[in-house]
């Protein structure tokens, strides 16, 4: 097992709200770190895609009654939608005997119907918490290229060898869209899912060109949509908005996508191992998204993420607007002696951020010109957590 370090956050959540829903990718780790935190305390742990399980919720009023004293841990909980208008009912009985917080723990592998389901039944009952992949704060400094290749599923980053870490990875993509994605998406062909996918692998951190992929898949607009929204939801595929707060500059409006974890990334390319992937075009994209979702996953709660690009050319990779309104910029370069361009300065211009930085691959924190300092990503993802630390402490 590996350390997680929202397990503090978690905690935090679960002693300030009756309910808390920890979502997910499956196999990123959400169980693991749900009886992490049970063994803390009494709880009782229930697995909704176990069918013995299910059936202790046969009464789930009366069940659920009978264990108000602890942590009802519900893993898989979108499967059963029907609870959700129960866990009101059953959270405001309990607040009116004073047993107000840390009820319930729901885990949940697609954020859809899960977040719209507890949305509408328990407002102002729950909170959300997302669990990725292993990020660069979970690893060793010089594990960070290993984390880059593999990805941070658990159990791809551990693997004993390169060959066994893909193989984990082929079949976690196999088991998606054979297993799961049909039991949110039944009619969506899986073959022409996967070939959708794999599109994204190969345009990763580019500006989403839906009329291209349509074409290339034989379907049309509406249909890309659907694909893209469903591997968005499953918390798959990041999609990330361009910046539109600018009035009188010619913005440009289409998002860039993302496969969310490098290494399944690269696993719809076919890239084994570190040798192939820095031989392959899609290196320094692949490096852009990698540190992309490292700082969104490590930033503060409530941080807004953009990126930038006027008509003219002027571009940030990164726009963070952290709480209380400050923007930090990051351009992501994969040479060891990172340089940016005119279009970035001029970006800064118009943006006017309180830090701007540039990510590379290096060790070394130095000053490029007065204003953009150069810096390795745990280091800055640990900049951008301390502030998290301070809101949550």
Same mark, same amino acid.
């Given at each position: 097992m590996i350390g997680r370090d929202l397990i503090d956050r978690l905690q935090y959540l679960l002693k300030h709200s009756p309910a808390v829903v920890l979502l997910g990718p499956r196999q990123v780790g959400k169980t693991t770190l749900a009886l992490e935190v049970g063994d803390l305390r009494s709880s009782i742990y229930l697995d909704l895609e176990d069918e013995s399980d299910r059936a202790k919720l046969a009464q789930p009023t009366a069940y659920l009654a009978s264990h108000e004293d602890k942590l009802v841990i519900l893993d898989e909980v979108h499967r059963t939608p029907e609870l959700f208008q129960l866990l009101r009912g059953i959270i405001d009985k309990g607040r009116r005997r004073g047993k107000a917080n840390g009820r319930f723990l729901l885990l949940g592998s697609a954020s859809m119907d899960l977040l719209r389901q507890s949305g509408?039944?328990?407002?102002?009952?729950?909170?959300?918490?997302?669990? *990725?992949?292993?990020?660069?704060?979970?690893?060793?400094?010089? %594990?960070?290229? =290993?984390?880059?290749?593999?990805?941070?599923? =658990?159990?791809?980053?551990?693997?004993?060898?390169?060959?066994?870490?893909?193989?984990?990875?082929?079949?976690?993509?196999?088991?998606y869209l054979e297993r799961d994605i049909p039991q949110f998406a039944p009619r969506m062909p899986a073959e022409t899912l996967r070939r959708f996918w794999t599109m994204l692998a190969h345009n990763q951190a580019q500006m989403l060109n839906a009329a291209s992929l349509a074409a290339s898949l034989g379907v049309d607009g509406k249909t890309v949509a659907g694909y893209l929204d469903l591997l968005v939801d499953l918390l798959l595929v990041r999609r990330l908005p361009a910046w539109h707060r600018n009035e009188g500059k010619r913005l440009v409006?289409?998002?860039?996508?993302?496969? +969310?974890?490098?290494?399944?990334?690269?696993?719809?390319?076919?890239? +084994?191992?570190?040798?192939?992937?820095?031989?392959?075009p899609v290196a320094g994209s692949s490096w852009e998204g990698f540190v992309i979702e490292s700082l969104i996953t490590t930033a503060p709660p409530g941080t807004d993420a953009f990126y930038y690009r006027t008509s003219n050319g002027a571009e940030i990779d990164l726009v963070l607007v952290l709480p209380g309104g400050k923007l930090w910029v990051v351009?992501?370069?994969?040479?060891?002696?990172?340089? @940016?361009?005119?279009?970035?300065?001029?970006?800064?211009?118009?943006?006017?951020?309180?830090?701007?930085? @540039? @990510?590379?691959?290096? %060790?070394?924190?130095?000053?490029?010109?007065?204003?953009?300092?150069?810096? *390795?990503?745990?280091?800055?993802?640990?900049?951008?957590?301390?502030?998290?630390?301070?809101?949550?402490?």
């Open positions: 509408e039944s328990l407002a102002g009952r729950i909170a959300y918490l997302e669990l *990725g992949p292993r990020h660069p704060l979970e690893t060793a400094p010089a %594990e960070l290229d =290993p984390l880059w290749v593999r990805g941070g599923f =658990p159990q791809s980053y551990l693997a004993d060898t390169d060959e066994l870490s893909f193989e984990w990875r082929r079949n976690f993509i196999r088991t409006k289409s998002p860039k996508t993302y496969v +969310r974890d490098s290494g399944v990334a690269h696993a719809l390319l076919g890239i +084994r191992d570190r040798e192939d992937l820095l031989g392959h351009e992501v370069k994969r040479s060891p002696a990172p340089k @940016v361009s005119r279009g970035f300065h001029s970006a800064c211009e118009d943006l006017k951020p309180a830090k701007r930085f @540039v @990510v590379y691959p290096g %060790e070394d924190r130095y000053m490029m010109d007065g204003t953009t300092e150069a810096i *390795g990503l745990a280091q800055l993802a640990r900049q951008l957590r301390t502030g998290r630390a301070a809101k949550t402490a």
